[in-house]
């Protein structure tokens, strides 16, 4: 178990290109997690996948914004016409879906992908 | 709505003993939790804790719950530099247990 992993780590980009940021979460672990944190605040929530299937979207997360997880697997986060206020920590967090087990509840996050829009 | 509030810093001797606070809104809550970031780092899951109980220990942390008054605190004892980090309280919310985070208590462990 090598943990929840994020590509890149960095990402420098000018306003208004798009930008593409990955995540492998834990491996059999169904349920994904997209969050994003500003300097000096707590992470907030984007969307949610359980399998491949995108259950919920934050009202944070605009129109330019988009996330999917074809095959239930590892997952993206795309930003097209990027913009300043893009610039963020976006973190990505997996956890397994197990009603039977306490530990479904532990949800743990990769290192993040670091944004700097100028 | 839901959220959730901590102090912002804090600071100890190394060797004693830290409490950080935090209180909540959303008492529909099932699970909460404690997350540790040092720099430029992801999110560290400390310890959580389920609604129904008022007390969680493991190793050198204590969590205890005041369901009542949506009080939730993390005592750390005998704290060490390594302690030093941003700590950050969360409540479980919804079905698919999206988190709700503070803004984080910078923990500065000094000798």
């Known amino acids: 178990d090598t943990g929840v992993s994020q590509d890149p780590r960095h990402k420098i980009t000018k306003r208004g290109q798009n930008v593409t940021f990955r995540c492998d979460p834990i491996?059999?672990?169904?349920?994904l997690y997209w969050y994003r944190q500003t300097l000096g605040q707590g992470p907030e929530f984007l969307t949610y996948?359980?399998?491949?299937?995108?259950?919920?979207k934050s009202r944070l997360l605009s129109d330019r914004f988009s996330a999917e997880r074809p095959k239930g697997s590892f997952s993206t986060l795309e930003i097209q016409r990027t913009e300043q206020g893009d610039s963020a920590m976006y973190l990505c967090?997996?956890?397994?879906?197990?009603?039977?087990?306490?530990?479904?509840?532990?949800?743990?996050f990769g290192p993040g992908t670091r944004l700097t829009v100028t | 709505g839901e959220d959730v509030e901590q102090s912002l810093f804090l600071s100890v001797r190394e060797g004693d003993s830290s409490v950080i606070n935090c209180t909540y809104t959303?008492?529909?809550?099932?699970?909460l939790y404690w997350y540790k970031q040092e720099p430029g780092a992801g999110l560290q899951l400390l310890t959580y804790?389920?609604?129904?109980?008022d007390m969680k220990q493991d190793q050198r942390l204590t969590v205890l719950l005041n369901k009542k008054d949506k009080h939730l605190s993390l005592r750390i004892a005998d704290t060490q530099t390594g302690d030093s980090a941003i700590y950050f309280c969360?409540?479980?919310?919804?079905?698919?247990?999206?988190?709700?985070f503070g803004a984080g208590t910078r923990l500065a462990v000094h000798p």
């Open positions: 491996s059999e672990h169904n349920r």
């Open positions: 969360a409540e479980s919310s919804g079905g698919y247990n999206k988190l709700i």
């Open positions: 804790i389920f609604s129904n109980m």
């Open positions: 959303d008492s529909s809550s099932t699970y």
């Open positions: 967090a997996s956890s397994l879906a197990d009603s039977g087990r306490p530990s479904s509840y532990e949800q743990y």
């Open positions: 996948f359980q399998n491949e299937a995108q259950l919920e």
